[in-house]
């Protein structure tokens, strides 16, 4: 590899203004924040409160008023159903659609929920994810009043019952994760890890507590059902999934690094625009530095671990693959990892591929300086998976 020095511009701001309203969200919208119990508001605010901006005191104190109706929530759904769901089993097994941020797996996720044998946790269930047993209905008819039509950080539209990451659940019960540094994006947290490794014994122990317990009130809600778990984040947590769900079968999506890089970029952005207990947010060379170094060890991760995943347990595809055919795709994972017969869900499938045929993808450009830093940073991924660097493709793109 030539040696490059990266190129960055100069004089860029290092935060920017955080408005709701940039992408699309109302400040009365419902935001992550509104779905905690008092528990795990507090966690999230303790030691914190003094970094919470004047212009979000109204947005804290509406967060804290629910909560306490989500607490109450919680103790009833564990009064009405405790004794079902401890003994409830998560079985077979789950799968999980594994590749880091804005790689597709959206819409792999989505893809696979047309086979009615599968069950992915939804939007209502992750952002209410201790009492929705108990009170889907009135969390219904808030998240049709105060949801937008589609997520901030592209096309994809958003309802209460689109099959959303577990990931939320996990943030929202108040179990460490990344996400936490969406509260405050201008800072650092403790609490953000991603690997149980990382985390104290302690944290970690609550960490399974909180994930397994809601896995075990969505697999209550679809019995004799397989989960189908996405959060990106799982991707470097394989060897807590295996000693958990030692069965579980993965299907892991890679995209081209530039499409990677740019739309993270956005939605590095748009999730803290919108979720933000803070009126500023990362910017210019900071947020790109935060992209960068992200990527990094979260590849460095995956592939330092995926080893531990049983032979015919995985398989790796390209977005750019699965956008050209997903029917023979998604045939072939089926095939690979022994998930059954896939024609009972090529109905659904087609008028899936069919409702969405409208769908846009975001447009990028990426500046000279920019590109060469990418691949600069990124080479190892590039020549992994088979993408070529921009100058050197057909057409230079």
């Known amino acids: 590899m030539k040696d490059e020095e990266p190129l960055t511009p100069v004089n860029e701001p290092e935060t920017e203004p955080s408005r709701p309203e940039d992408f699309g969200f109302s400040r009365f919208a419902l935001r992550v924040w509104h779905g905690m119990t008092f528990g795990a508001w507090m966690r999230i605010l303790w030691g914190n409160f003094g970094k919470v901006a004047p212009a979000r005191y109204g947005l804290a104190a509406s967060v804290t008023a629910l909560s306490i109706g989500n607490s109450v929530q919680k103790t009833v759904s564990n009064l009405v159903f405790g004794r079902r769901l401890g003994a409830t089993q998560i079985e077979p097994h789950p799968v999980f659609v594994l590749g880091h941020w804005r790689s597709g797996t959206t819409w792999l996720h989505q893809l696979l929920t047309c086979d009615d044998r599968f069950a992915a946790p939804t939007t209502l269930q992750c952002f ?14 808030i998240m049709r009043l105060t949801l937008p039509d589609r997520r901030p ?66 697999q209550f809600a679809n019995p004799g059902k397989q989960l189908l778990l996405k959060s990106p984040a799982h991707t470097e947590r394989i060897p807590e999934i295996l000693s958990l769900f030692p069965d579980a079968r993965f299907v892991h999506i890679v995209r081209d690094p530039y499409k990677v890089f740019l739309s993270c970029l956005k939605t590095n952005r748009a999730m803290p625009a919108t979720q933000s207990l803070q009126d500023r947010m990362p910017a210019g060379r900071t947020a790109r530095e935060i992209t960068l170094r992200t990527f990094d060890t979260f590849q460095n991760r995956f592939e330092a671990t995926r080893g531990m995943i049983p032979e015919g347990h995985m398989v790796s595809i390209r977005y ?55 691949y600069h940073r990124w080479q190892p991924h590039f020549e992994r998976y088979g993408y070529a660097r921009m100058c050197d493709r057909e057409g230079g793109a």
């Open 128 to 141: 209410n994810p201790e009492g929705f047993l108990t009170s889907q209905a009135l969390t219904r008819l």
């Open 153 to 218: 950080m592209d096309n994809v539209p958003l309802t209460a019952e689109s099959s959303e990451e577990d990931e939320h659940a996990l943030l929202l019960g108040g179990a460490a994760t990344p996400y936490r540094s969406l509260a405050f994006p201008c800072h650092q947290l403790a609490k953000t890890e991603t690997w149980t490794e990382a985390m104290s014994p302690q944290d970690a122990a609550f960490w399974r507590r909180t994930w397994v317990g809601f896995l075990r009130r969505v």
């Open 320 to 374: 750019e693959d699965l956008r050209a055919d997903p029917e023979t795709a998604l045939h072939w994972i089926y095939g690979q990892l022994g998930l059954g017969d896939f024609d009972t869900a090529a109905p659904k499938l087609t008028e899936f591929l069919e409702a969405g045929k409208g769908y846009q993808t975001n447009v990028y450009d990426i500046a000279p300086e920019i590109e060469a830093e990418v």
